[in-house]
């Protein structure tokens, strides 16, 4: 080959590699100069939650991802708002990213509202990625005000109640309960009972009083919160999940880079929300157990002819849920079928 062409050629090598080095460097240079965020966690429950551990390894795992552009500080019992809250806390920025439990605002999310219903989920596993990935369309317009991160379900929950067994629907007559969200809400007004309202945090406090004479919650929150310290009777029952959601400050998201978008992003599927929901569905099902083995509690069965009972009971649930979402201009039957779909898809239905 000639002189010529082997130092024309050796140029134009050079030339590709200053340009690749120039690129590389420009590249770095720009991750390098990607603004900082420390971001606040916010929740609601108290730091032995499981949930706590859940939004550190979030945090932990987004951190590392960014290369440390991207740090966090959780915030829990509710430190930076009430547990009603929340959800405008993020949209407000009073939080970036927050836990959310929709029925807590009765009507605001109707959509969401499905995985309530009693009877639906088998367990919180496979739940959780069944409703993350069916809400995922609808929380782009039921959750505009933010960001929606992920949604799971808690493990199924029951009746837990101070001074009487609950048997059968007709039990719940007169009684003062504390309902874990809007649908069971209704259901308790439905019966001839009384809501009483009030975040997680404070139910003890209800029941020692005896401002309320029962409460639905999951089983092993019932140690945590120190409501077996005032409950006695506990049916065995998986009565009904409540549904929660991470959703995320849109002007915080917005004011990240490209690549800090995309971590976000990573994070915010549904694979997170099998890895957030997992260690509390596997620690409230423990409670179960518990409870059982504690002799100051009564864990008690209901019979086959009881359980029909309560399923035709709450037939009208799913009717005023429909209405709910009518009014919000969805189409129920589409919503229930493609929620029904994803609960047989990911194995987790009743």
């Given at each position: ?181 809007a649908t069971m809400a209704t259901f308790v007004t439905q019966l001839g009972g009384t809501n009483v309202q009030s975040s997680a945090p404070e139910v003890r406090d209800i029941l020692e009083k005896g401002v309320a004479d029962a ?18 009777y506990h049916m065995d029952v998986p009565l009904y999940v409540t549904t929660f959601a991470f959703v995320f400050n849109k002007a915080k998201y917005e004011q990240m880079s490209a690549v800090q978008k995309k971590v976000i992003d ?85």
């Amino acid at each position: 080959m000639p002189l010529c062409l082997h130092s024309r050629r050796g140029a134009l090598i050079a030339t590709a590699a200053g340009l690749a080095l120039v690129v590389g460097a420009a590249s770095t240079f720009a991750q390098d100069k990607d603004k900082t965020f420390e971001l606040k966690l916010a929740h609601w429950v108290p730091p032995s939650h499981p949930l706590q551990k859940a939004l550190e390894d979030w945090g932990a795992s987004v951190q590392k991802a960014s290369n440390g552009t991207i740090t966090y500080k959780v915030y829990p019992s509710q430190q930076l708002g009430k547990a009603f809250d929340h959800y405008d806390m993020a949209r407000d920025g009073i939080a970036d990213l927050t836990y959310v439990n929709p029925g807590y605002q009765p009507g605001r999310f109707p959509i969401i509202g499905a995985g309530e219903l009693p009877f639906l989920m088998a367990d919180a596993k496979g739940g959780s990625q069944a409703l993350d990935a069916w809400y995922r369309k609808y929380a782009a317009n039921e959750m505009k005000d933010v960001k929606f991160c992920l949604g799971f379900v808690h493990d199924p929950g029951t009746f837990h109640t101070k001074a009487k067994k609950i048997m059968a629907p007709a039990d719940v007559k007169g009684m003062k309960i504390r309902p874990a969200h809007a649908t069971m809400a209704t259901f308790v007004t439905q019966l001839g009972g009384t809501n009483v309202q009030s975040s997680a945090p404070e139910v003890r406090d209800i029941l020692e009083k005896g401002v309320a004479d029962a409460v639905t919650f999951p089983w092993g929150s019932v140690p945590l919160f120190g409501i077996d310290k005032v409950t006695k009777y506990h049916m065995d029952v998986p009565l009904y999940v409540t549904t929660f959601a991470f959703v995320f400050n849109k002007a915080k998201y917005e004011q990240m880079s490209a690549v800090q978008k995309k971590v976000i992003d990573d994070h915010c599927n549904n694979e997170w929300a099998g890895k957030v929901s997992a260690p509390w569905a596997e620690f409230e099902h423990a409670g179960i157990a518990k409870l059982k083995a504690d002799s100051a509690h009564e864990v008690y069965a209901i019979s086959s002819a009881q359980l029909a009972e309560w399923k035709a009971a709450a037939g009208p649930l799913e009717k005023a849920w429909a209405d709910n979402v009518k009014r919000a201009g969805g189409n129920p039957d589409a919503v229930m079928k493609e929620l029904k779909d994803s609960l047989a898809r990911y194995k987790a239905s009743y």
